[in-house]
C-alpha cells in the first residue's frame, strides 16, 4: 500500500500528471488485457480489442504523450519524396522553453523502452508453449511498441544542426508509393497461366 502512495506522490510531481497517468495506463492496459483477457473472452474479441489498444497507445504516444512529456514528436514519411524517411519535431529547434519534468521524461523513457520488452518475453512464452495465434497478437504489440521506441529514440538523438542526409536512419521501411514491380509480377503470372494452359 506504501509503494502505491508513493508511486501517486512521484504523478503528482508532474508538469502534466493527467496527462501522464492516461500515458502509463494506455501502456500497462494492452498488457493486463492480454493476462486477463482469455479469462473472460474468445480469441477473436481479444484480438480485436488488444489491436485497438495498441492503436490508442500508439497514437497517444506519438502524437500527445510524447509531445507534453519530453517535448519531442516524430512521423515517418513513407512516399519517398524527401530526403530523409523520418521527420523529427523536438524542444532542440527553438529557443529556451520550459524544461523537461525529469518525473516526466524518466517515466516516459521507462515505459516506452519496457513495454516492448514486455511483448518479446510475451512471444518468447508464446513460441514456447506453441500458441501460434497469440502470437500473431503479441507480434502486433512488439511492432507497434518497438517501432514507436525507435522513432522516439532517433528524435531524441537527432541534432537539428545536422544537414538532413545525416539525419536519416538506418532502418527504413520499403517505398510503397510506386507500383512499377507490379507489372513484373503479373507478367510472371500471366506467363505461368499461359503456360499451364499448353
Not at 495506463?25 to 489498444?53: D, E, H, M, R, W
Not at 519535431?89 to 513495454?115: C, H, M, R
Request: glycine share 6%; net charge positive.
Amino acid at each position: 500500500m506504501e509503494s502505491i502512495q508513493n508511486f501517486y506522490n512521484t504523478i503528482l510531481k508532474s508538469s502534466h500528471p493527467i496527462l501522464l497517468a492516461i500515458h502509463l495506463s494506455a501502456k500497462a492496459a494492452p498488457i493486463v488485457f492480454y493476462i486477463l483477457g482469455s479469462l473472460f473472452l474468445g480469441f477473436t474479441a481479444q484480438f480485436i480489442t488488444l489491436v485497438i489498444l495498441f492503436a490508442i497507445d500508439f497514437y497517444l504516444t506519438k502524437n500527445i504523450s510524447g509531445r507534453k512529456l519530453v517535448q519531442l514528436r516524430w512521423w515517418y514519411d513513407s512516399t519517398g519524396q524527401k530526403a530523409t524517411s523520418f521527420t523529427f519535431e523536438s524542444y532542440k529547434q527553438y529557443g529556451p522553453g520550459p524544461p523537461v519534468n525529469a518525473i516526466d521524461s524518466k517515466l516516459f523513457w521507462w515505459s516506452l523502452y519496457l513495454t516492448p520488452v514486455v511483448w518479446v518475453v510475451f512471444a518468447i512464452f508464446c513460441v514456447l508453449r506453441l500458441k501460434l495465434f497469440y502470437l500473431i497478437v503479441v507480434l502486433v504489440g512488439v511492432g507497434l511498441t518497438g517501432w514507436n521506441a525507435y522513432g522516439f529514440r532517433c528524435c531524441d538523438k537527432w541534432d537539428p544542426n545536422e544537414n538532413a542526409s545525416s539525419s536519416n536512419s538506418w532502418f527504413q521501411l520499403p517505398d510503397l508509393s510506386s507500383f512499377g514491380n507490379l507489372s513484373n509480377l503479373v507478367r510472371i503470372q500471366g506467363f505461368f497461366n499461359s503456360s499451364n494452359r499448353n
